[in-house]
């Protein structure tokens, strides 16, 4: 005997925030027809769900625009985009149909597509450099397709970006702009758009812009070919756009992090680990760090040390309050676990590998800060202070040569400071270079202030050789050498 499918309400929808549940039905408006979602695959809060679901018999992709006063808005700019990308010849979801349901809920059908990876889940698959630019530079051939109808994607990014069959497409109608069409987008939007999705990417991918510039021009002999340096430097631009805005949402309740707040504590954790076993360990930081044989740290401003969640081992580190003297002078400015939760994010859309945050909890009486602790992933591997004055020759320097170029090189573009630059703030993990103990970083705004932090840091990370073997020694002095 079948099971009856629920019918749910917009109202019901909107009420149930992230936890939509699945199966449900709803009667859509002008064709009496019902549209089961048999699964959820994106959720906003009281603004939209996306699911998998079934329409007259067929399998669908349904986007349920269901938030207060836009919904309807959205639904139509869904709607419009898909059809513009349609008109232009730019391969996209096929529309099955729209409706509305309970009148102000609105609904946009595509069909859908079995074996299907978006270009950020085969980018993430592949093995090498080379098969992530074979999957990339397809994109582009669909986004000048996009800017000779004179569209651009405003909402860029790679899972914006379908491959079904071998072949690619161009999704989220939504986020299509068509204020130029007709003609040619503009050179300089042209620009920009291929500048902020080169941007999605850490810097270190950089090194395709010759080859995307390449490709680009081929495809668009009607503009002005764009040159790889004016394309590099637009990358920078919105890559430090992309970061600070990135920022402003880590400390945020969104899809990504739980923030919980009240008059003597802030939590903020990532929301894949939101569940009531991890709601009572974060009650228990305290008691994981009394056992000294876990402890990295012990330190007046700084406990460190290695506990056990659920069979993962995670590196707490609690932020220390000395004296009364130290509460008052740090109460009133964001706590060190605060800044390094700041700086960590910032490092992972810079492509520079430090272990990954999972929580920041502050002890807070109102707005007053007290004892802050940072959670992290444990990452396995020797500091490199340890590592290296431990060597007698330099091949094993030579080995680790191009992650130490590459983390100073992003650090000099992006002028980023961090501080404290001893060679055991620096990890040998079987991932790469991780870089730790981010409470002193800085991104600089300017170039002369970043100079003199920047030169104090490569002083610092020298010091760290003056005991290690002399041809340890030379090939480190010449790698600061470079930067000085």
């Known amino acids: 005997m079948a099971v009856a499918i629920p019918q749910a309400t917009l109202a019901g929808l909107r009420s149930q925030g992230r936890e939509v549940t699945t199966p449900f039905s709803v009667l859509l408006d002008n064709e009496q027809v019902e549209l089961v979602v048999h699964k959820t695959l994106r959720v906003l809060p009281g603004k939209r769900v996306v699911g998998y679901g079934e329409y007259q018999g067929q399998p669908v992709l349904a986007k349920l625009f269901i938030a207060p006063n836009k919904a309807k808005w959205h639904a139509q700019r869904e709607l419009k985009g898909t059809r513009w990308l349609e008109d232009a010849g730019v391969a996209t979801q096929q529309l099955v149909a729209s409706d509305t349901f309970e009148q102000q809920g609105h609904v946009v059908l595509f069909k859908w597509l079995d074996n299907t990876q978006s270009l950020a889940e085969l980018w993430q698959q592949a093995s090498s450099d080379e098969q992530r630019l074979q999957l990339f530079l397809p994109s582009f051939g669909l986004l000048a397709q996009m800017h000779k109808a004179g569209l651009k994607q405003d909402d860029i990014h790679l899972n914006n970006f379908l491959v079904h069959q071998g072949n690619m497409l161009a999704i989220d109608g939504d986020g299509v702009d068509s204020s130029q069409q007709g003609s040619l987008l503009p050179r300089q939007n042209i620009l920009d758009n291929l500048a902020i999705y080169l941007a999605q990417?850490?810097?270190?991918?950089?090194?395709?812009?010759?080859?995307?510039?390449?490709?680009?021009?081929?495809?668009?002999?009607?503009?002005?070919?764009?040159?790889?340096?004016?394309?590099?430097?637009?990358?920078?631009?919105?890559?430090?756009?992309?970061?600070?805005?990135?920022?402003?949402?880590?400390?945020?309740?969104?899809?990504?992090?739980?923030?919980?707040?009240?008059?003597?504590?802030?939590?903020?954790?990532?929301?894949?680990?939101?569940?009531?076993?991890?709601?009572?360990?974060?009650?228990?930081?305290?008691?994981?760090?009394?056992?000294n044989s876990n402890r990295l740290k012990s330190g007046n401003t700084a406990t460190v040390g290695v506990a056990e969640y659920n069979g993962q081992p995670l590196v707490i580190k609690r932020y220390n309050i000395k004296s009364v003297q130290h509460r008052l002078s740090r109460c009133w400015r964001p706590s060190r676990a605060w800044v390094s939760w700041l700086n960590a994010h910032r490092l992972g859309l810079l492509g520079i590998q430090t272990p990954q945050p999972i929580a920041l909890i502050e002890e807070r009486c109102g707005p007053l800060r007290g004892r802050a602790f940072l959670i992290l992933e444990y990452v396995a591997g020797p500091d490199c202070l340890s590592h290296f004055l431990a060597a007698t020759d330099s091949s094993e320097v030579e080995r680790w040569l191009p992650a130490f170029n590459q983390l100073f090189e992003t650090m000099e573009k992006y002028q980023i400071s961090h501080g404290d630059l001893k060679a055991n703030n620096l990890l040998l993990a079987e991932s790469g270079l991780q870089m730790i103990d981010l409470d002193a970083m800085q991104q600089h705004d300017r170039p002369g202030s970043f100079q003199v932090a920047f030169q104090r840091d490569l002083q610092r990370f020298n010091k760290n050789w003056l005991n290690a073997s002399p041809n340890v020694k030379q090939v480190f002095e010449q790698l600061v050498s470079r930067f000085s």
């Open 201 to 291: 990417l850490p810097p270190y991918y950089d090194r395709f812009v010759s080859q995307v510039v390449a490709d680009y021009n081929a495809r668009q002999p009607e503009m002005q070919p764009m040159t790889e340096v004016e394309l590099q430097a637009l990358t920078v631009r919105w890559r430090k756009w992309r970061v600070a805005n990135y920022l402003r949402k880590v400390t945020r309740d969104c899809s990504e992090f739980v923030v919980k707040k009240s008059l003597s504590r802030l939590e903020v954790y990532r929301r894949e680990w939101d569940c009531e076993q991890w709601h009572g360990f974060l009650q228990t930081l305290d008691n994981c760090l009394v056992d």
